[in-house]
C-alpha cells in the first residue's frame, strides 16, 4: 500500500475498471475469499436448523407399559405414546375372523392381519389417522366405528377395519403398529 | 417506459420488473453500492457495521433460544440449562447469545467512542448522535431483561436491585416499582413481562438503528480528519472499497468472539447465576455485568438514593446534549491539542470506574468511584464548554486527499508519502 | 402499608435464614483463599475429559454424595458420555427407585429408573433436604462446577480441606472447620473421610485426594458435558476464520491498492 495516487486519476467507480492481469488475479482472489465465506455462512445456518429437530431428552423419552389385565374382551384402552393415542384393542374372535377373512385385493394397502399383531387377541395400532393426523374414533363402545366395524376418522370419514386397515375414505395407509413387545401375558411395553 | 414505474437501470428483466416497481435495488446501490464515503477511514469506522451484524446475531439466536426456554420462575433455570444439554446445538446458541451481548457492547462502546474522539456528533451530525444514545439506551434495557432470563441468583437479585432504582423517584416511586414488578416483589410476572419485552426491544432497536442509518446517509459519514468531504477525490464508492474492508473488521471480530465462546464461554459471565433464583438469600457480591459496571459506580458513589439514581440516569442521558455542550468548531481530537488529552483521560476514567463498579463499595473503592465520577461529569458540564472557547486548534489540513498528497507531489514515484490512515 | 409489610417479613425470614447458615453470611468477611492446584486433563483450552476417571467419580458421587445432593439435570443416559455400555447404563439407572405415576388408581409408585430417567433426587423437596440435614441445604451438583469461583479446583479443595480449626476459633454446633470454604465453617460432615473409603474397578488407590479429585473431573464434566465438542469445534473455527481472514485481506489489499 505504498504506491501514491496520481492525483489527476478520480477513484474508480466500478471494482473491474483496472488492469487486466492485475484484475484476472483480483477475481480469483475474490471468488476463493467468496467461496469460502459461503461456506462459513452455509456451516453456521446448520445448527440452527439442528435445533429444531427434536432433543436428546425428547428423543430419549420413556417407553409405555400398558397393564391388559382389565381390558375386557370387545374393549380397548387408549394409551399416550411420544403424546400420541395408542389403540390396544381386545378383540373379539368375529373381529379376528372378519380381519383374517378379507382378501388381500380389496385392500388399499394391503397387508395381513397376522403381520400387524404380535400376540392374539391384541391389537396395538397408533391412532392418529394416516390422512392427516386426527384421532378416529371407535375406541368407546358407544363410538360409529365406521362400516368396516373398526375406526372411523371424523374428519374427513376414513373407514378403518378390525385389523386398523384402511378400506374407505381419503386415508392413504394402514394406522402404523408402533414397536411394542409382551413383557407378560399381561403386560405390554410400547416403544 | 411506462409512466409511473421507475427507471430503473437494473439488467436483470425478473429484477428490474421488481426494480421499476418498488426501487429497492436502486436504494440499496445508491445507499451501499456508490454511496460516496470518505477515502480516509480508519478501522474504527468498522464498528458500526459491526454493532448491525451483531444485532442480527443476538436475534438470530435469541428467536432460536425463545423456542426452548420456558419464562416460569420454576422452569426457567432447568430450561435454559436442557437448551445446554439436550437441544442441538443449544450450547452452542445459547454461548453465542450470552457472549454476543458482551461482544454488542464492546463494539458499541469503541463504536460510540469513535464517535467522541472524532467529533461526530457535532453539526450537521446531532440528530444521528442523539439515535445512536437512544439505541444505547435500548439496549442497556434489552441486556438487563435478557440477563434476568436465566433466573439464577444475579438475575434475580440484578432485577430487584434495578427495579429498586425506581423507587427512588418520590411520591409515585414504590407504586410504579410495584407496577413494574406486577407484584410485591421481582416474581413469576416480572419473569414474564421481561421475556416479553426482551423479545420486542431488539426490534425496536433494529427500527432505531435503520433511523440511525437513515440520517447518517442524509450527512455522509464524519472522517478522522473530522473536515467535510470538498468533491469526489475525497470520496470512493462505498463498494467496494468499504464493503471489503468492513469484512476483514468481521472476521477479526467473528475470532475474537469465537475464542470467547468456544474456550471462555462463562469468563464474563458471574458463577452466582449458576446457582437458581433464591428470594431469600442475597449473594455476598452483587455486581451486575460488566457493561454497567461504569454506571453502577456512578450510582454508588453518591451516598444520596435519589441522586445517585439521577446521576447514573445522568451519566448516559449527558450524551444526548453532548453536541452543544462542546461547540468548537473542531471535531477530530487530532486538531484539538488539549481536548485530545482530557478526553483520552476520560477514557482511561471510564475503565476506573468500571474497575471500581466491580468492587465492594466500602472504603477507598468509594473515593476513587467519587474522584472517577466528578472527572466524568466534569469533563462534559465543564471541560468541554470550557475548551470550546479557550483552546487553539492545529490547523487543518485543506482537503481529505490533500494529505495523502503531500510531500510527495503529484509525481506517481513518490513512494515516500504515507497514507494518512492505514486503510 | 402492605408492601412495606411484605418487605419485612422477607427480610426477617432472610435474616433468619442466613443465620441458621452461616456459611452465606461469612462469605462477605474472606478473602479469597490460593486453593491447591491440581492438574486436571480438562485443564487449559485445549484439555479433554480422562473417561476413566470421571468414571471412577461418579462412582464417588454414586456412593457418597448422592445420599445428600442430587444433580437432577442430569439423565441416566448421559453416562454415556463418560464411556459407560448401555447394559451398564440400564443397569445403573435399574438400581435406584423412581417415583412414577399416578397410575390407574390415582396412586404415586415407584419403579425402577430406566436410562431416560433423570438422576434420582434423594429428598423429595428442599424443605425436606434441610429437615434431614440440620437445617441446611445440600445444594443440587449438577452444574456446581460452573456456580463456584475455581470450579473444580475449588470443589477438590473443599473435600480436601477439613482441618482442625486454628487455635482460637470457635466451630459452631453441628458445624465443621474447612479451610477452603469461605467463612471456614460448613455444615457438610467430611464425606471423604479414609483411603479406600471405596473400592475402584480400575484399580487406582482411592486415596481422599485421588477421590477428590476424581469427583472434580466428574462433576466439571456433569456441569459441561459439551466442553470437548465445544473446544474442538472451536479450533475448526478459528482455523476457517484465520483462512477466511487470510483471503479477505489479500483482497482487501488488491481492492485498495489503486487508491493509496
Not at chain 2, 477515502?39 to 433460544?65: D, Q, S
Request: hydrophobic share 45%; net charge neutral.
Amino acid at each position: 500500500m505504498a504506491d501514491t495516487l496520481a492525483p489527476s486519476s478520480s477513484p474508480p467507480v466500478e471494482g473491474g475498471a483496472h488492469a487486466p492481469a492485475d484484475g484476472t488475479k483480483r477475481d480469483f482472489l475474490k471468488l476463493v475469499a467468496g467461496s469460502f465465506a459461503a461456506v462459513g455462512v452455509g456451516a453456521i445456518v446448520w445448527p440452527f436448523i439442528a435445533s429444531m429437530n427434536p432433543a436428546k431428552d425428547v428423543l430419549a423419552l420413556a417407553s409405555t407399559d400398558v397393564d391388559l389385565t382389565h381390558v375386557a374382551e370387545g374393549q380397548a384402552v387408549t394409551v399416550m405414546w411420544r403424546g400420541k393415542p395408542v389403540f390396544v384393542r381386545h378383540r373379539t374372535a368375529k373381529e379376528i375372523e372378519e380381519a383374517q377373512a378379507v382378501p388381500l385385493s380389496d385392500l388399499r394397502d394391503p397387508q395381513t392381519d397376522q403381520s400387524r399383531v404380535l400376540r392374539e387377541p391384541w391389537l396395538i395400532v397408533v391412532g392418529v389417522c394416516t390422512h392427516l393426523g386426527c384421532v378416529p374414533l371407535g375406541q368407546k363402545s358407544t363410538d360409529p366405528r365406521g362400516d368396516y366395524g373398526g375406526w372411523f376418522c371424523p374428519c374427513h370419514g376414513s373407514h378403518y377395519d378390525t385389523a386398523g386397515r384402511i378400506r374407505r375414505g381419503p386415508a392413504p395407509l394402514n394406522l402404523a403398529v408402533p414397536e411394542y413387545e409382551f413383557r407378560s401375558d399381561t403386560q405390554v411395553r410400547i416403544g | 417506459m411506462a409512466s409511473g414505474l421507475h427507471d430503473s437501470t437494473v439488467t436483470n428483466p425478473v429484477l428490474r420488473w421488481i426494480d421499476q416497481r418498488m426501487p429497492v435495488i436502486t436504494m440499496m446501490q445508491k445507499e451501499y453500492g456508490s454511496f460516496p464515503t470518505p477515502r480516509n477511514f480508519n478501522y474504527f469506522w468498522n464498528f458500526g457495521a459491526l454493532a448491525m451484524i451483531n444485532l442480527l446475531i443476538m436475534i438470530a439466536t435469541g428467536i432460536f433460544l425463545a423456542m426452548n426456554y420456558t419464562p416460569h420462575t420454576s422452569l426457567a433455570f432447568d430450561s435454559v440449562e436442557r437448551i445446554m444439554r439436550d437441544v442441538n446445538y443449544g450450547w452452542l446458541i445459547r454461548y453465542v447469545h450470552m457472549n454476543g451481548a458482551s461482544m454488542f457492547f464492546i463494539v458499541v462502546l469503541v463504536h460510540v467512542w469513535r464517535g467522541m474522539y472524532y467529533g461526530s456528533y457535532k453539526t450537521p451530525r446531532e440528530l444521528l448522535w442523539i439515535l445512536g444514545v437512544v439505541i444505547f439506551l435500548l439496549m442497556m434495557a434489552t441486556a438487563f431483561m435478557g440477563y434476568v432470563l436465566p433466573w439464577g441468583q444475579m438475575s434475580f437479585w440484578g432485577a430487584t436491585v434495578i427495579t429498586n432504582l425506581f423507587s427512588a423517584i418520590p411520591l409515585v416511586g414504590n407504586s410504579i416499582v410495584t407496577l413494574l414488578w406486577g407484584g410485591f416483589s421481582v416474581d413469576n410476572p416480572t419473569l414474564n413481562r421481561f421475556f416479553s419485552l426482551h423479545y420486542l426491544l431488539p426490534f425496536v432497536i433494529a427500527g432505531v438503528v435503520f433511523l440511525h442509518v437513515a440520517a447518517l446517509h442524509i450527512t455522509g459519514s464524519n472522517n478522522p480528519l473530522g473536515i467535510e468531504p470538498k468533491g469526489p477525490q475525497d470520496t470512493l464508492p462505498f463498494h467496494p472499497y468499504y464493503t471489503i474492508k468492513d469484512s476483514v473488521g468481521v472476521i477479526v471480530y467473528l475470532m475474537v468472539f469465537a475464542v470467547l465462546v468456544f474456550f471462555m464461554p462463562n469468563y464474563l459471565g458471574h458463577p452466582d447465576n449458576y446457582i437458581p433464583a433464591n428470594p431469600l438469600s442475597t449473594p455476598a457480591h452483587i455486581v451486575p455485568e460488566w457493561y454497567f459496571l461504569p454506571f453502577y459506580a456512578i450510582l454508588r458513589a453518591v451516598p444520596d438514593k435519589l441522586m445517585g439514581v439521577l446521576a447514573m440516569f445522568g451519566s448516559i442521558a449527558i450524551l444526548f446534549v453532548l453536541p452543544w455542550l462542546d461547540s468548537s468548531p473542531v471535531r477530530s481530537m487530532r486538531f484539538r491539542p488539549i481536548a485530545k488529552w482530557l478526553f483520552l483521560l476520560w477514557t482511561v476514567n471510564f475503565f476506573v470506574l468500571m474497575w471500581a463498579g466491580g468492587k465492594p463499595a466500602e472504603g477507598h473503592y468509594i473515593l476513587i468511584a467519587r474522584l472517577a465520577t466528578a472527572y466524568y461529569f466534569a469533563y462534559f458540564l465543564v471541560l468541554l464548554p470550557l475548551l470550546s472557547k479557550i483552546e487553539r486548534p492545529l490547523p487543518l489540513p485543506e482537503s481529505i486527499a490533500r494529505p495523502v498528497l503531500r510531500g510527495g507531489g503529484p509525481l506517481p514515484g513518490a513512494a515516500t508519502a504515507q497514507p494518512m490512515e492505514k486503510a | 402499608m402492605a408492601l412495606r409489610f411484605v418487605k419485612a417479613a422477607a427480610l426477617a425470614a432472610a435474616v433468619g435464614l442466613s443465620a441458621s447458615l452461616p456459611m452465606g453470611a461469612a462469605k462477605a468477611a474472606e478473602g479469597p483463599v490460593e486453593l491447591p492446584h491440581v492438574n486436571f486433563s480438562f485443564n487449559g483450552p485445549f484439555g479433554t475429559f480422562d473417561r476413566a476417571q470421571v468414571q471412577r467419580g461418579f462412582q464417588v458421587y454414586k456412593d457418597v454424595c448422592a445420599a445428600c445432593h442430587g444433580m437432577h439435570l442430569l439423565a441416566y443416559r448421559n453416562l454415556r458420555d463418560i464411556g459407560l455400555s448401555e447394559e451398564e447404563v440400564t443397569a445403573i439407572a435399574a438400581s435406584v427407585q423412581i417415583q412414577d405415576g399416578p397410575n390407574d388408581n390415582g396412586e404415586m409408585f415407584e419403579r425402577p429408573g430406566r436410562a431416560s430417567d433423570r438422576f434420582r433426587r434423594p429428598f423429595a423437596n428442599d424443605a425436606a433436604a434441610r429437615a434431614a440435614n440440620n437445617g441446611a441445604l445440600p445444594p443440587d451438583l449438577s452444574v456446581i462446577t460452573k456456580a463456584r469461583v475455581g470450579g473444580a479446583q475449588y470443589i477438590h479443595a473443599l473435600l480436601v480441606g477439613y482441618t482442625q480449626p486454628p487455635e482460637g476459633v470457635t466451630v459452631m454446633e453441628g458445624m465443621h472447620y474447612n479451610e477452603y470454604f469461605p467463612g471456614h465453617q460448613i455444615a457438610m460432615a467430611p464425606p471423604l473421610v479414609q483411603d479406600g473409603q471405596l473400592t475402584f474397578g480400575d484399580g487406582t488407590n482411592a486415596t481422599v485426594d485421588q477421590m477428590a479429585r476424581d469427583v472434580s473431573a466428574f462433576l466439571t464434566w456433569a456441569a459441561e458435558p459439551e466442553l470437548e465438542t465445544r473446544r474442538a469445534m472451536g479450533v475448526r473455527i478459528l482455523i476457517f476464520l484465520a483462512i477466511l481472514g487470510g483471503l479477505t485481506y489479500a483482497v482487501k489489499r488488491k481492492i485498495w491498492a489503486d487508491v493509496h
